[in-house]
């Protein structure tokens, strides 16, 4: 039987697989938005089982030292916390998959306006994904905080880009089903903020044992 020292590591090994995965599908979502791109579009959407793939391994070796090497404090909050990691990491994936169907709608058609708050949207929010892996292996509180306080960015984003499709609609009714594709592909990112908070969060509980999922952050909440 491995030491639970090696299970750590694989742990780590594969939430760092799964996490660029997840980076590299964003890229590939919002590639295929911006360049009306069919085929990245459709891998988005077929790597999922991927993804889930990912998940399970993480949580059936997760699991494994829970029940079978009963892991001191520092490891469990180290388990528990993967666990919780992995399920957001697939969340985002299936949030992907979402992207993916409504450019699929969409790709052939010409763009309402040039697209610019969505690939922000996009940049930050994968920024966001990388910093609070980084967190999570370094074990750095702070970075994990700074991650948290960047979410309110993406949510102001999503709330001008809903104002400004809304006018879209008002202004010709054929506009609506392109406006609504492009208004579920930004909740679905401000979706993938909200998950990557989760994760930040769920690193503060790890290194620190402190719970602030429910806790008023900086940001105003």
């Known amino acids: 039987m491995r030491r639970i020292d090696e299970d750590i590591l694989e742990v780590r090994r594969l939430i760092l697989k799964m996490g660029a995965m997840i980076e590299e599908r964003l890229e590939m ?11 990245k579009a459709q891998m988005v959407i077929e790597s999922d089982d991927k993804i889930d793939q990912l998940e399970l391994e993480i949580d059936r ?8 090497k009963q892991p001191a404090a520092k490891d469990l909050r180290f388990v528990f916390t993967a666990i919780k990691i992995t399920t957001d990491l697939e969340r985002i994936g299936d949030l992907l998959v979402n992207i993916g169907e409504r450019v699929l709608e969409i790709v052939n058609e010409p763009p309402l306006k040039p697209y610019v708050d969505l690939p922000r949207m996009a940049e930050q929010v994968r920024k966001m994904i990388r910093r609070s892996l980084d967190a999570f292996f370094e074990g750095d509180v702070e970075l994990a905080q700074d991650v948290i306080a960047d979410d309110q960015f993406v949510d102001d984003l999503n709330i001008q880009v809903f104002r400004e499709l809304l006018t879209y609609m008002m202004e ?3 506009n609506i089903r392109k406006a609504l594709a492009l208004s579920s592909i930004a909740k679905s990112l401000e979706r993938v903020g909200d998950h990557t908070t989760n994760i930040a969060e769920m690193i503060v509980f790890m290194v620190q ?5 429910h806790a008023p952050h900086e940001k105003g909440e």
């Open 209 to 213: 044992g402190k719970d602030i999922r």
């Open 29 to 39: 979502a919002l590639g295929a938005l911006v360049e009306k791109d069919e085929r």
């Open 61 to 68: 070796i997760s699991r494994n030292m829970i029940v079978l």
């Open 172 to 174: 010709d009714p054929k």
